[in-house]
């Protein structure tokens, strides 16, 4: 039974059946969408309007799964298997793989404030494309990576547009300050303008019916839209009453073997995408919370791979177990003309250095944590970038 109907749900049923899984598999997710990329949710869908069939991950007429879509599920119970849904009905299982990601942050309102939207899910993009209009002032809060794609697409469909955020720098935690100062230029050349070093306190309207973003330490910053991009809140309201260690994600081991909370790891339950939190040398063998879309594919696939094991018996279960897993982390970003591409966990580092030097704005920095290369992100250069990569890859590969 999978709980979450997105890329790692996804993913790890198909994963189970190239593992050789031949038992019934069940996905229950609470959109009514079957499962479609994200990643262009803040690009290409919101500057040219969006379409679930054209985000739709394809998905093999063989796979052979029941989806059960639009039903949330409220609770479950470990010890008896059992799911509970919003409807009331109960779902039975052998293994559980909880793929319910993030959902966004809101900001507080005084009261119902039109004009004020997130950006996590298609129904969230389908409902700004309707009213985003070129010449309209755009109030985007919170200046990490995806406030930051909101804007430079929003500048495309010619409107005006103002971040707001909270660090010096935009992204500045996403890509360390060298970086991130090359960015925000690239962005200020395009006509955006940044309120950074702000203290975002709610969204209220104001006289003439405006959305303002108010904040404690400067003037209200009135909109015709403000985008809300403030981070992410696990969706773990299901996994409450269980018995799930839940620091920050959903605790694994390298199996992706869910961490109870009293100690000592439940065999049939996993927890992937989003939502995990597993260890990885590249924090010093810690666990770590990753947000990017390689994570999910990743996570399912070790998943699956236990499962699958654990279906054909208790020696392939331990074989399984025992195999290397050792993701590397990667993300991309399109902004402008800029193409940005981290590896690694270069947020994790302790200090940062400048590698390569491009043309205009391409640049490479790498990011070290306990003397080893943890991270490195670029802008442009993808040749040279790649060979970093690979200094991580081959660093995971050679400890495993
Ligand atoms: C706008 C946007 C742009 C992005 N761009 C990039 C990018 O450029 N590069 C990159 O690397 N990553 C990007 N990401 C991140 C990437 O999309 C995520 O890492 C990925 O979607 C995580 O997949 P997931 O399956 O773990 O979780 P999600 O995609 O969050 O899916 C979880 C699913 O579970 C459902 N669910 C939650 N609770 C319940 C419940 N109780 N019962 C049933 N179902 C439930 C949710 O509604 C959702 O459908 C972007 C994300 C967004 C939102």
Not at 45 to 70: F, H, K, M, R, Y
Not at 158 to 172: D, F, I, K, N, R
Not at 346 to 354: H, I, K, M, R, V
């Amino acid at each position: 039974m999978i709980v979450g109907a997105s890329i790692g749900g996804l993913r790890t049923a198909e994963s189970l059946r190239r593992f050789g899984y031949d038992g019934r598999i069940t996905v229950i997710g609470d959109e009514p969408h079957r499962p479609y990329m994200r990643p262009p949710l803040s690009k290409a869908a919101l500057l040219n309007g969006v379409e679930q069939t054209e985000l739709a991950l394809p998905i093999d007429a063989s796979l052979d799964v029941e989806w059960v879509l639009g039903t949330r599920i409220t609770s479950v119970d470990l010890d008896g298997q059992r799911l509970l849904d919003e409807h009331g009905d109960i779902h039975e299982y052998r293994h559980l793989v909880a793929a319910t990601g993030v959902r966004a942050r809101r900001i507080a309102r005084r009261s119902a404030v039109d004009g004020v939207f997130s950006i996590r899910t298609l129904d969230d993009v389908t409902a700004l494309t309707a009213r985003l209009r070129p010449g309209q002032h755009i109030a985007v809060a919170g200046a990490g990576v995806l406030g930051c794609e909101v804007a430079a697409t929003a500048r495309s469909r010619g409107c005006e547009v103002t971040v707001a955020g909270s660090e010096a720098l935009p992204m500045q935690r996403a890509l360390g300050t060298g970086l991130a100062r090359r960015l925000s230029e690239v962005h200020v050349a395009h006509g955006t303008r940044f309120a950074m070093g702000a203290r975002i306190s709610h969204v209220e309207t104001e006289g003439g019916g405006r959305p303002a973003l108010h904040f404690a330490d400067r003037e209200p910053l009135v909109a015709d839209l403000v985008v809300e991009a403030v981070g992410s809140r696990f969706n773990t309201e299901w996994l409450a009453d269980a018995d799930a260690a839940m620091p920050h994600g959903v605790r694994t081991d390298s199996s992706m073997r869910v961490h109870r909370r009293s100690g000592g790891t439940w065999t049939n339950v996993y927890a992937v995408g989003d939502l995990a939190s597993f260890p990885t040398l590249l924090v010093d063998g810690d666990h770590a919370n990753v947000q990017h879309w390689n994570i999910p594919t990743e996570t399912a696939r070790r998943a699956a791979q236990v499962i699958a094991a654990a279906h054909a018996g208790p020696d392939q279960e331990e074989q399984a177990v025992a195999a290397r897993f050792a993701p590397l982390p990667s993300f991309w970003t399109d902004q402008h003309e800029a193409r940005v591409m981290s590896y690694g966990l270069p947020a994790a580092a302790t200090s940062s250095e400048l590698l390569e030097s491009g043309d205009g704005p391409e640049a490479i920095y790498g990011f070290f944590r306990s003397g080893q290369l943890t991270g490195v992100c670029g802008i442009g250069m993808r040749g040279k970038l790649a060979g970093y990569r690979n200094q991580i890859a081959d660093r995971l590969k050679a400890a495993s």
